[in-house]
């Protein structure tokens, strides 16, 4: 396959969903593999215990590091550590995506952003948005293993712990609410992603043309079909004029219009040089 994905839960079931669909699909092309693991069958005691009790107290319970660090050393082919001869207090962990960094120039972090390296993922409320950057950048991974945190949360041990071996870690946030676990958030993830990997979808004009990717970081203009004229509502006449110098501008100040109005965010962060000098101010 083109890309090996490992997904890692307490509710392994939750993703056979992806057989379905164009997932499914992408599967049976030999595009993609998709293996869901249940946290569980990494835990050695009868009740087959993944969290416990925050330390400093608090409410809820926290995903233990053991259980995550046998499954995760396995699923990376890492050795399983087993003595740890130093002790030292953990650092504040580090959410920012260095990709972009200056720093970015000893070997090691050269590598890790290597396309055959495998990225480790952790959905977190707490984290950087994921964006449209982001899909594509994974999008020409070859190994992904997301691992889905539960209740509260996951010991911040555990992305630091796998930072330190030269993995590359990522957490991400979908978006400004709270959901119960990652198992969504990784749903979300995954066909941001999937879909852009070449062969996955048919037509691949249609990724080029959307809302937040390229240059393109507007809002899509409003679509129309037929019939040109509904319940006495017409579609704007210059769609139907046949002039696709006029179309084109048309749409594109709509999109510059519709953004402004609603994503005002996506204006003050719109690189200026994706901007022609037609783009009226909005
Ligand atoms: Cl990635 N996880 C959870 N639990 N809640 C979220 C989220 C992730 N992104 C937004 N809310």
């Given at each position: 396959a083109?890309?090996?994905?490992d997904?890692?839960?307490?509710?392994?079931?939750?993703?056979?969903?992806?057989?379905?669909s164009?997932l499914?699909?992408?599967q049976?092309?030999?595009?993609v593999?998709?293996?869901?693991h249940?946290?569980?069958d990494?835990?050695?005691?009868?009740?087959?215990?993944?969290d416990?009790?925050?330390?400093g107290?608090g409410?809820?319970?926290v995903m233990?590091?053991e259980v995550?660090?046998?499954?995760?050393d396995?699923?990376l082919g890492l050795?399983?550590?087993?003595?740890?001869?130093t002790?030292h207090?953990t650092?504040?962990?580090?959410n920012?995506d260095d990709i972009?960094?200056?720093s970015v120039?000893e070997?090691a972090d050269?590598a890790?952003h290597?396309?055959?390296?495998?990225v480790?993922?952790?959905?977190?409320?707490?984290?950087p948005?994921?964006t449209q950057a982001?899909?594509?950048?994974?999008?020409r991974k070859?190994h992904?293993?997301f691992g889905c945190?539960r209740?509260e949360?996951y010991?911040?041990r555990?992305p630091e712990?796998y930072?330190a071996?030269?993995v590359d870690v990522?957490?991400?946030?979908?978006g400004?609410?709270?959901?119960n676990g990652?198992e969504v958030a990784?749903s979300?993830?995954?066909?941001?992603?999937?879909?852009?990997?070449?062969?996955?979808?048919g037509?691949?004009?249609?990724i080029?043309?959307?809302?937040?990717t390229g240059?393109?970081?507007?809002?899509?203009?409003?679509q129309?079909?037929?019939?040109a004229?509904?319940r006495?509502?017409?579609?704007?006449?210059v769609?139907?004029?046949g002039d696709?110098?006029?179309v084109d501008?048309f749409?594109?100040d709509e999109a510059?219009?519709?953004?402004?109005?609603i994503?005002p965010d996506l204006?003050?962060?719109?690189?200026?040089?994706?901007?022609?000098?037609?783009?009226?101010?909005a």
């Amino acid at each position: 396959a083109l890309m090996d994905i490992d997904i890692v839960s307490v509710f392994p079931e939750y993703f056979e969903v992806l057989n379905l669909s164009l997932l499914g699909k992408a599967q049976a092309k030999g595009l993609v593999h998709v293996s869901s693991h249940n946290l569980r069958d990494w835990t050695h005691d009868v009740h087959h215990s993944v969290d416990d009790t925050p330390v400093g107290g608090g409410a809820g319970m926290v995903m233990k590091p053991e259980v995550w660090a046998e499954c995760l050393d396995e699923l990376l082919g890492l050795a399983p550590q087993e003595i740890v001869e130093t002790v030292h207090e953990t650092a504040i962990p580090d959410n920012t995506d260095d990709i972009d960094d200056a720093s970015v120039t000893e070997d090691a972090d050269v590598a890790k952003h290597a396309d055959d390296w495998p990225v480790l993922i952790f959905p977190n409320p707490s984290a950087p948005l994921f964006t449209q950057a982001d899909a594509t950048e994974l999008s020409r991974k070859q190994h992904l293993i997301f691992g889905c945190g539960r209740y509260e949360g996951y010991d911040a041990r555990i992305p630091e712990y796998y930072r330190a071996q030269d993995v590359d870690v990522r957490e991400y946030s979908i978006g400004d609410y709270v959901l119960n676990g990652g198992e969504v958030a990784v749903s979300v993830m995954l066909e941001a992603i999937t879909r852009l990997i070449p062969g996955f979808m048919g037509n691949a004009e249609s990724i080029v043309e959307e809302s937040y990717t390229g240059d393109n970081a507007l809002l899509e203009h409003y679509q129309y079909t037929k019939p040109a004229v509904w319940r006495g509502m017409a579609v704007p006449s210059v769609l139907t004029s046949g002039d696709h110098g006029k179309v084109d501008r048309f749409r594109r100040d709509e999109a510059l219009a519709k953004t402004s109005r609603i994503r005002p965010d996506l204006i003050e962060a719109l690189d200026c040089t994706a901007l022609d000098k037609k783009d009226r101010k909005a």
